[in-house]
Nanobody, 124 residues
């Protein structure tokens, strides 16, 4: 059974940084793409970033490009989301996801497994 456990969320002032981590277990981590989604209050879940199994391919939603960086350590079965220059509109619950794809996960329909989420709050 695939399990994803996020950590690293918290409260930060605008302009600050946070690094989210997601520890995966239950299958061969290095074979699959990983991703991050988020859900703000009253809004639908949205795609944030994805990384391929080998780390060679990454892709970001436009609103975070240049500020967020996704990475992974296959030896540690962990994926990260480094978030810099945070804005109040980044406030949301952030979810780690994976599925059967090897290159990317950009839609909720392809995210078969979800973590429990970690809250990120950015104050103005």
């Amino acid at each position: 059974q695939v399990q994803l456990v996020e950590s690293g969320g918290g409260l930060v002032q605008a302009g600050g940084s946070l690094r989210l981590s997601c520890a995966a277990s239950g299958r061969t981590f290095s074979n699959y793409a990983m991703g991050w989604f988020r859900q703000a209050p009253g809004k639908e879940r949205e795609f944030v970033a994805t990384i391929s199994y080998s780390s060679h391919y990454t892709y970001y939603t436009a609103s975070v490009k240049g500020r967020f960086t996704i990475s992974r350590d296959n030896a540690k079965n962990t994926v990260y989301l480094q978030m810099n220059s945070l804005k109040p509109e980044d406030t949301a619950v952030y979810y780690c996801v994976t599925g059967s794809a090897t290159m990317s996960i950009t839609t909720t329909s392809t995210a078969d497994y979800w973590g429990q989420g970690t809250q990120v709050t950015v104050s103005s």
